[in-house]
């Protein structure tokens, strides 16, 4: 932990070494820059820098944390100027980097008649791993509108490399560039892609051990594969950030004045962008112009997701994409990062007394972080505590899974 002493004294010799005593012609502006510099540091350090709540029922698992991810028992520290959940979401996009990533694209034919993009790092450079028969291979499933692009995928496949790992990311239909064959595109609640796209990468091989890590829309469709599945997975364990858990309030959330201009509206035109290029193979069964005339993500899901997937109601389709309502199913081990001021996933709404009832099941509640944003360091543009949630979790799993229930 950081000390409060040494802290407050390294802030006044800085400020006394860039401002000059004549501030506003006197010293009395240097007094009260260097007063509010440690009144905002108190107030940082006592009520924004906190130790996640780690929520979980298994004392094995826990320690199992404990031992080889220990980041979800350590202080976070949110970037000192920016700590709100709403201007943390809003900047991360904007402000991480975007490292390099090479892809080798591969597209698989579905049950239906549908494709499905996939891009793969294959890491054949691999020290640690280069028999590529066994080596350790990640599924990574972006957001709601999210591809292989999205910088915390590029930033979860940096950490992989790093390990020696293979990555896989499962991009949802039509929306990385690849036609619709079919007039279907992709919900939360349908996991029917997801098992096919598990049993692929799994049957290509089936020696190399494999996890699953999920973003927003992506760690909610994983979920509710795993409450479907069970124990009956390829699957050693898995990682989720930002879920929305319960539908219903998510989208409460996202109604209220401000989130719908900061998230909603933009959110809405996303997805009606990511379906006009297919407009033509899906005007066959839905009224476009309706759909186009969507101002939320309610009205969208209304005239569209809950349609395609034959739901009576919309009502119907959110409580079916809940994972909040699958996870005493959950198999296998799965750790779930939130921040409890994520707008798309309020902390209200988290199951926290679900996930105790299930001895698979970690939640790490963050008091800060937004949504997919966990920023940290004076200028965040690389490594984010998510990020390191991620690359110590998935390489405690692939180095010590066996230990999981054993301690």
Not at 120 to 127: P, Q, R, V
Not at 293 to 314: C, H, L, N
Request: a negative charge.
């Amino acid at each position: 932990a950081m000390d409060w002493q040494v802290l407050t004294r390294e802030l006044s010799l800085y400020l006394e070494s860039q401002v000059r005593v004549g501030f506003f012609g006197s010293g009395v502006g240097l007094s009260l820059v260097l007063g509010f510099g440690v009144a905002y540091t108190c107030y940082y350090l006592s009520s924004i820098a906190k130790k996640p709540q780690l929520v979980a029922s298994n004392d094995c698992f826990c320690r199992f944390l404990e031992e080889y991810c220990p980041v979800v028992t350590e202080t976070y520290y949110p970037t000192i100027w920016c700590w709100e959940g709403r201007v943390q979401t809003l900047l991360r996009p904007f402000i991480t980097s975007r490292p390099q990533v090479q892809y080798r694209n591969e597209l698989i034919k579905t049950a239906d008649g549908g494709q499905i993009s996939l891009d793969w790092f294959d890491n054949n450079g691999s020290l640690y791993y280069p028999d590529a028969s066994t080596r350790p291979t990640v599924l990574l499933l972006p957001g709601l509108t999210g591809t292989s692009k999205e910088s915390y995928i590029l930033h979860m496949i940096h950490q992989s490399e790093t390990l020696g790992y293979r990555c896989v990311v499962f991009n949802n239909r039509g929306i990385a560039g690849e036609d619709l064959l079919t007039p279907r595109t992709y919900c939360a609640a349908n996991t029917e892609d997801l098992e096919a796209v598990i049993h692929h990468v799994h049957s290509l091989q089936p020696s190399a051990p494999l996890v699953a890590a999920g973003v927003s829309m992506g760690g909610m469709l994983l979920l509710n594969y795993l409450g479907k599945t069970g124990r009956d997975t390829p699957l050693m364990a898995a990682a989720v950030f930002s879920a929305g858990w319960n539908v219903f309030e998510s989208v409460e959330s996202l109604e209220k004045p401000l989130n719908w201009l900061l998230f909603n509206y933009y959110l809405t035109t996303c997805l009606q962008s990511s379906i006009s290029r297919h407009r033509q193979m899906l005007e066959e069964l839905f009224d476009m112009d309706l759909v186009m005339k969507a101002r939320t993500v309610r009205e969208f899901d209304k005239q569209f997701t809950s349609v395609m997937f034959g739901y009576p109601t919309i009502d119907d389709y959110y409580e079916d994409a809940s994972p909040c309502r699958k996870l005493k199913s959950v198999g296998i081990p799965v750790l779930c990062l939130n921040s409890v001021d994520d707008v798309f996933s309020p902390g209200h709404a988290i199951p926290v007394e679900t996930a105790k009832q299930n001895a698979n099941v970690a939640l790490v509640l963050t008091s800060c972080g937004g949504h997919i944003g966990f920023l940290e360091g004076i200028w965040p543009r690389k490594c984010t505590y998510m990020d390191r949630v991620f690359k110590q979790f998935v390489q405690a799993v692939f180095e010590h899974g066996n230990k999981i229930f054993s301690m």
